[in-house]
């Protein structure tokens, strides 16, 4: 069972940043990947941005891209980060840190199996 607990949310104004923490614990730490995923209210939870255990790859989508960053401190560390710079209205929502296995699809909310609780991210027009 691996737990995951996030931090970090808040209000912000457009065009600020904020970054997200998920710390990863439990008896059987992730081997295969972390991601974030969102969810604004009324919307489906779409997926954000990962980074794979095994070689540190990162993935992001296309709304994000550039703007968002995803890491770690190093090879043994159990948190997960997401900087996330320029927010807009949009980026608005819910925000879950998610553990799983994926070779390519990262995206796909099926390869992740756990799930922590979310952190709220509003940003004011």
């Known amino acids: 069972q691996v737990q995951l607990v996030e931090s970090g949310g808040g209000l912000v104004q457009a065009g600020g940043s904020l970054r997200l923490s998920c710390a990863a614990s439990?008896?059987?730490?992730?081997?295969?990947?972390l991601g974030w995923f969102r969810q604004a209210p009324g919307k489906e939870r779409e997926a954000v941005a990962a980074?794979?255990?095994?070689?540190?790859?990162?993935?992001y989508s296309d709304s994000v891209k550039g703007r968002f960053t995803i890491s770690r401190e190093n090879a043994t560390e159990n948190t997960v980060y997401l900087q996330m710079n320029s927010l807009t209205p949009e980026d608005s929502g819910m925000y879950y840190c998610a553990a799983g296995w994926f070779v390519g699809d990262w995206y796909l909310r099926t390869n992740y199996v756990y799930w922590g609780q979310g952190t709220q991210v509003t940003v004011s027009s």
């Open positions: 980074l794979s255990i095994r070689d540190e790859s990162t993935y």
């Open positions: 439990g008896s059987r730490y992730v081997a295969g990947g």
